[in-house]
């Protein structure tokens, strides 16, 4: 009986510890600190796919893009995860899947967008630290809006793809 409390202990520790992973991602690209966003990512090979975004096979492709189109001030975003499902799948592999709603105000080109969509994730457990190493997300809707004469005015309202 002790050996499975500890085990569902752990699960229930490692799932935690997944959660606060992600939310220290979306949270680093808020804040636009890029070294801690990379030290949510698997050094040696992360698959991303942010479908138009991009591709990448290396965190280091994608900080790169990140660092050149959102490290701006002018680029005000907010990312918000939700109802999380995570499969501790064994002591060093894990899977997810979250909703994503996120917003952006581009204060230098007067636009707004609001995106929802969800992130499929795989994730290692690497001298007892989660890091994701896979990560895909699939846009769901995309309401781009922007500010004329004070005016909002639609210029997308629909299924990304």
Excluded at 68 to 74: G, I, K, L, S
Aim: net charge negative.
């Amino acid at each position: 009986m002790s050996k499975d409390l500890e085990k569902r202990v752990q699960a229930l520790e490692d799932v935690i510890a997944i959660k606060n992973l992600k939310h220290t991602y979306l949270n680093a690209c808020d804040a636009k600190d890029v070294e801690l966003m990379k030290t949510t990512l698997n050094a040696e090979h992360c698959e991303i796919d942010y479908g138009p975004v991009g591709k990448f096979n290396h965190r280091d492709d994608l900080v790169k893009l990140f660092t050149e189109v959102a490290c701006h001030d002018f680029m005000l975003e907010s990312h918000h995860a939700h109802n999380p499902i995570i499969i501790v799948i064994d002591k060093e592999n894990a899977s997810g899947e979250w909703a994503l709603t996120y917003s952006l105000i581009n204060t230098k080109d007067n636009s707004i967008v609001t995106l929802q969509g969800r992130y499929i994730d795989e994730y290692l457990k690497i001298d007892d630290h989660w890091v994701i190493s896979k990560t895909q997300f699939i846009g769901k809707s995309t309401l781009n809006l922007e500010v004329e004469d004070e005016l909002l005015k639609v210029i997308f309202a629909g299924s990304p793809s």
